[in-house]
């Protein structure tokens, strides 16, 4: 991390490997978080506006929204 001089801008560098390895020694877990049985921090689920960034933030990278039409019978 670096910053340069005389500014308020803080510039960080790291490759997609040094990021995930950051990131797994802050506590994130490596692989399927389902087959982990990770579940979203109870302190987002109680702060509506956490909870809002959240979803968008899940949605922006684990998912998608659809219109499905169908009928029955």
Known sequence: M???SG???VR???SRV???RHLHNLGLKIGNKVKQLLDIPDWIKV???Y???CLRGLIDTDGC?????YKVN
């Open 2 to 4: 670096t910053r340069p």
């Open 7 to 9: 500014t308020n801008v």
């Open 12 to 14: 960080i560098l790291l």
């Open 18 to 20: 040094e990021l995930v």
């Open 47 to 49: 702060n509506p506006e």
């Open 51 to 53: 909870s809002k960034v």
């Open 65 to 69: 929204v659809f219109r499905h039409n």
